[in-house]
């Protein structure tokens, strides 16, 4: 079946169960719409008998105005007096009564009507993810300090483990991996098995392998040349060596630190050093060839060892942290409140559990929709296959046999590997084989509206040879993209692979590391002549128009790396070279300037005896008074206190007495108004808003401002203090 086909099956085949495939940019979300307005003005269904839902709010919204404008123009469309016409303006007139939300609001509306049979509060409130997560962190410090008295193997071990500064934001310390893991398992606590724990001789694995590590570190240490890439890449050994010797002078053998080091080293990077160096003597007595076997056997060792306690460790942690995930439970019961999981865990059970429920729902709602179908998790396909099974009898959702023409999908299974909230390719291939056993039809949307084609025979190229559909590495299938569009009536490149100056390291080998600390400076620098000099041109609204700042966006794998904010050095290129930008998602937000200046700000309003805080206030861009100043007014006054303002202020110094003031006046007031109001009462006193946007990233210096004062207030509105 062709692109043109599988969308004429999608409008035209409304007694059919389908799943379409489809990449971004092919009309996939459209073509959905379209087939709920088919349906209405067939009158297969009316909009209370709808369930269409998507896995955003934003999402949600989207697809109830795009529906009522597809509503409006094929009513239009229809003769005046026509049946189908009157079914579509019905359908417009009661459009509130469709079941268009997230599939999590869907299942919050199922278990309000069924509280009893569902076992849940009859009047429960839904948890935010930042509620869930405060109400998290509270029960995990809790966990955490009942611990402390008596650590078990599973927490000590993870103590010992140190930080490489790679994790999740938060997750850098120990402790806060630990919380990190609680978190994770609260997520899947669904799956309740205990992990398989194989036997593991942890000490004695330790013990011998610390033997091989002091011996090659002792035989590595009589190497004749200092600068030979084999010594030196055994440096790391040596070291190790000597801190445990030294170590173990004074206290026993430290088995859980010793596991910790191990694995750390396994991680050492100067250790697998392919470089040989030259010679065969490597020095008194030992040959190179020796020294380099053991090396390689210790590295496969290392990482052997590392794996195995690695998953040791994880299910002796899993045991061990089900006492948060149980404290948690009994916060939110307290509460009367469900989180997100919640929703779908009581919606789940409520449906395999209870057949009336399943006749019930099965038969009000004759037609489910479900937008981006690849964010789908193992409990969400559950319940929209139960809700689209021909029998309710059937519990297992496996053997459901979906109503034909009832159920309806789409989604990206490429955008699976991005696991959003518990999905994966494993999942999608499931369901999708399950419904396509189940009579349902398999369709795919092939044409690309969004790019243009030469693009597409790049991004062809690159991913039909990698996305194979392999089922053991859980790989999807690569649909080639097919032209909407002729090729534009350019000469510029669609293409382009930017080089860089200094890709080479030592050795004159490339290096990511050498690409990676040139790459932004060349970046700023090609985005500077793309939108000043290029002469290139991009299709905006029908016609051709010159690249600008607003048609350029820098796309980044992570945001840091090892602890270092990587896209910190892209933003100092473009602030160097004066290109208006907006920096979203990077780590360095409460590093800059404006937002320190603002933190400094609040924190002189709740505490003004704190005297650092207000100094930096006055000095800092919102009121930028001279240290001169400042200092006088220190001399005279003995005091930097906002309350503590003579009248008059002393002479020459008014200024600072006004700052001062003003800073009084916003402190009484602060607990009268939210952080939010405050933060834009303090911006426009001081003029502040106005003098950002005149600095050289004037507007991202805004946006983060203005972004500041949006935290706060959905900060203060989710109930935090």
């Given at each position: 079946?062709?692109?043109?086909?599988?969308?004429?099956?999608?409008?035209?085949?409304?007694?059919?169960?389908?799943?379409?495939?489809?990449?971004?940019?092919?009309?996939?979300?459209?073509?959905?719409?379209?087939?709920?307005?088919?349906?209405?003005?067939?009158?297969?269904?009316?909009?209370?008998?709808?369930?269409?839902?998507?896995?955003?709010?934003?999402?949600?919204?989207?697809?109830?105005?795009?529906?009522?404008?597809?509503?409006?123009?094929?009513?239009?469309?229809?003769?005046?007096?026509?049946?189908?016409?009157?079914?579509?303006?019905?359908?417009?007139?009661?459009?509130?009564?469709?079941?268009?939300?997230?599939?999590?609001?869907?299942?919050?509306?199922?278990?309000?009507?069924?509280?009893?049979?569902?076992?849940?509060?009859?009047?429960?409130?839904?948890?935010?993810?930042?509620?869930?997560?405060?109400?998290?962190?509270?029960?995990?410090?809790?966990?955490?300090?009942?611990?402390?008295?008596?650590?078990?193997?599973?927490?000590?071990r993870a103590l010992c483990r140190r930080s490489r500064g790679m994790g999740a934001e938060g997750e850098e310390s120990p402790v806060g991996r630990l919380r990190y893991?609680?978190?994770?398992?609260?997520?899947?606590?669904?799956?309740?098995?205990?992990?398989?724990?194989?036997?593991?001789?942890?000490?004695?694995?330790?013990?011998?392998?610390?033997?091989?590590?002091?011996?090659?570190?002792?035989?590595?240490?009589?190497?004749?040349?200092?600068?030979?890439?084999?010594?030196?890449?055994?440096?790391?050994?040596?070291?190790?060596?000597?801190?445990?010797?030294?170590?173990?002078?004074?206290?026993?053998?430290?088995?859980?630190?010793?596991?910790?080091?191990?694995?750390?080293?396994?991680?050492?990077?100067?250790?697998?050093?392919?470089?040989?160096?030259?010679?065969?003597?490597?020095?008194?007595?030992?040959?190179?060839?020796?020294?380099?076997?053991?090396?390689?056997?210790?590295?496969?060792?290392?990482?052997?060892?590392?794996?195995?306690?690695?998953?040791?460790?994880?299910?002796?942690?899993?045991?061990?942290?089900?006492?948060?995930?149980?404290?948690?439970?009994?916060?939110?019961?307290?509460?009367?409140?469900?989180?997100?999981?919640?929703?779908?865990?009581?919606?789940?059970?409520?449906?395999?559990?209870?057949?009336?429920?399943?006749?019930?729902?099965?038969?009000?709602?004759?037609?489910?929709?479900?937008?981006?179908?690849?964010?789908?998790?193992?409990?969400?396909?559950?319940?929209?296959?139960?809700?689209?099974?021909?029998?309710?009898?059937?519990?297992?959702?496996?053997?459901?046999?979906?109503?034909?023409?009832?159920?309806?999908?789409?989604?990206?299974?490429?955008?699976?590997?991005?696991?959003?909230?518990?999905?994966?390719?494993?999942?999608?291939?499931?369901?999708?084989?399950?419904?396509?056993?189940?009579?349902?039809?398999?369709?795919?949307?092939?044409?690309?509206?969004?790019?243009?084609?030469?693009?597409?025979?790049?991004?062809?190229?690159?991913?039909?040879?990698?996305?194979?559909?392999?089922?053991?590495?859980?790989?999807?299938?690569?649909?080639?993209?097919?032209?909407?569009?002729?090729?534009?009536?350019?000469?510029?490149?669609?293409?382009?692979?930017?080089?860089?100056?200094?890709?080479?390291?030592?050795?004159?080998?490339?290096?990511?590391?050498?690409?990676?600390?040139c790459l932004p400076d060349v970046t700023g620098a090609f985005v500077k002549w793309l939108v000043e000099s290029s002469g290139f041109t991009v299709e905006e609204n029908?016609?051709?128009?010159?690249?600008?700042?607003?048609?350029?966006?820098?796309?980044?794998?992570?945001?840091?790396?090892?602890?270092?904010?990587?896209?910190?050095?892209?933003?100092?290129?473009?602030?160097?070279?004066?290109?208006?930008?907006?920096?979203?998602?990077?780590?360095?937000?409460?590093?800059?300037?404006?937002?320190?200046?603002?933190?400094?700000?609040?924190?002189?309003?709740?505490?003004?005896?704190?005297?650092?805080?207000?100094?930096?206030?006055?000095?800092?861009?919102?009121?930028?008074?001279?240290?001169?100043?400042?200092?006088?007014?220190?001399?005279?006054?003995?005091?930097?206190?906002?309350?503590?303002?003579?009248?008059?202020?002393?002479?020459?110094?008014?200024?600072?007495?006004?700052?001062?003031?003003?800073?009084?006046?916003?402190?009484?007031?602060?607990?009268?108004?939210?952080?939010?109001?405050?933060?834009?009462?303090?911006?426009?006193?001081?003029?502040?808003?106005?003098?950002?946007?005149?600095?050289?990233?004037?507007?991202?210096?805004?946006?983060?401002?203005?972004?500041?004062?949006?935290?706060?207030?959905?900060?203060?509105?989710?109930?935090?203090?």
């Amino acid at each position: 079946m062709n692109d043109l086909e599988a969308r004429q099956a999608i409008r035209g085949s409304l007694d059919e169960t389908l799943v379409v495939e489809a990449a971004a940019g092919t009309g996939k979300t459209t073509e959905l719409v379209r087939r709920l307005v088919a349906v209405l003005a067939s009158g297969r269904g009316r909009v209370e008998g709808l369930v269409a839902v998507t896995f955003t709010e934003k999402a949600a919204g989207e697809l109830k105005l795009r529906l009522r404008a597809a509503l409006e123009d094929a009513r239009h469309e229809q003769p005046a007096g026509s049946l189908e016409r009157l079914r579509l303006e019905d359908a417009l007139s009661r459009l509130e009564e469709a079941r268009l939300s997230t599939l999590h609001g869907f299942c919050g509306d199922l278990l309000r009507e069924r509280p009893v049979e569902a076992g849940v509060d009859p009047l429960f409130s839904v948890l935010t993810e930042d509620e869930s997560e405060r109400l998290f962190d509270a029960a995990f410090r809790t966990f955490f300090e009942d611990q402390l008295a008596d650590l078990p193997e599973g927490l000590r071990r993870a103590l010992c483990r140190r930080s490489r500064g790679m994790g999740a934001e938060g997750e850098e310390s120990p402790v806060g991996r630990l919380r990190y893991a609680a978190y994770q398992l609260a997520g899947w606590r669904d799956l309740s098995a205990p992990y398989l724990r194989k036997p593991f001789p942890r000490e004695e694995t330790i013990d011998a392998l610390v033997e091989s590590v002091l011996s090659l570190a002792d035989d590595s240490a009589r190497g004749a040349d200092l600068k030979d890439p084999l010594f030196l890449s055994t440096a790391r050994l040596r070291r190790f060596a000597a801190d445990l010797r030294k170590a173990e002078r004074d206290r026993p053998r430290d088995h859980d630190g010793l596991e910790a080091a191990l694995v750390e080293l396994s991680h050492e990077r100067d250790l697998k050093d392919k470089r040989k160096g030259r010679g065969t003597n490597y020095g008194d007595g030992l040959t190179r060839e020796e020294i380099r076997t053991r090396r390689d056997a210790l590295v496969e060792s290392l990482g052997t060892f590392q794996k195995i306690a690695d998953a040791d460790l994880a299910a002796c942690l899993k045991n061990e942290l089900e006492g948060c995930l149980t404290l948690y439970e009994k916060s939110k019961a307290a509460r009367g409140a469900l989180d997100f999981l919640d929703l779908l865990l009581s919606a789940r059970d409520l449906l395999r559990r209870d057949e009336s429920v399943r006749r019930d729902f099965g038969g009000r709602f004759t037609h489910v929709f479900v937008d981006e179908f690849q964010d789908t998790d193992p409990l969400q396909a559950e319940i929209l296959l139960l809700l689209a099974s021909d029998d309710p009898a059937v519990s297992d959702f496996r053997a459901v046999r979906p109503v034909p023409g009832k159920l309806f999908v789409v989604g990206d299974p490429k955008q699976a590997i991005y696991r959003f909230r518990r999905a994966d390719p494993g999942t999608y291939r499931e369901v999708k084989e399950l419904l396509a056993a189940r009579g349902a039809r398999v369709v795919a949307l092939t044409t690309s509206f969004r790019s243009v084609p030469s693009l597409q025979r790049v991004i062809n190229a690159a991913f039909a040879p990698l996305m194979t559909g392999d089922v053991e590495a859980d790989q999807p299938d690569y649909l080639a993209l097919a032209p909407a569009r002729a090729e534009p009536a350019t000469s510029q490149p669609s293409v382009i692979a930017l080089p860089v100056p200094k890709p080479f390291g030592w050795g004159e080998q490339v290096r990511p590391k050498a690409i990676d600390e040139c790459l932004p400076d060349v970046t700023g620098a090609f985005v500077k002549w793309l939108v000043e000099s290029s002469g290139f041109t991009v299709e905006e609204n029908g016609s051709r128009v010159p690249v600008a700042p607003r048609h350029v966006c820098l796309l980044f794998r992570r945001y840091t790396s090892f602890g270092r904010d990587v896209t910190r050095p892209s933003v100092e290129a473009l602030e160097a070279r004066g290109v208006p930008h907006v920096l979203v998602g990077g780590r360095s937000y409460h590093a800059r300037e404006e937002i320190l200046a603002l933190r400094n700000a609040l924190t002189a309003l709740e505490w003004p005896d704190d005297e650092l805080a207000v100094y930096a206030t006055l000095k800092g861009p919102l009121f930028a008074l001279a240290d001169e100043d400042l200092f006088l007014w220190k001399e005279a006054v003995r005091r930097l206190h906002p309350v503590r303002v003579p009248n008059p202020a002393p002479e020459g110094l008014e200024e600072v007495g006004k700052a001062l003031g003003l800073l009084a006046a916003l402190s009484r007031e602060r607990n009268a108004r939210p952080v939010s109001e405050t933060i834009a009462r303090l911006l426009a006193e001081t003029r502040a808003h106005a003098g950002l946007i005149f600095l050289p990233a004037g507007e991202q210096a805004l946006a983060n401002v203005l972004h500041l004062a949006e935290l706060a207030r959905q900060y203060e509105a989710s109930g935090g203090l």
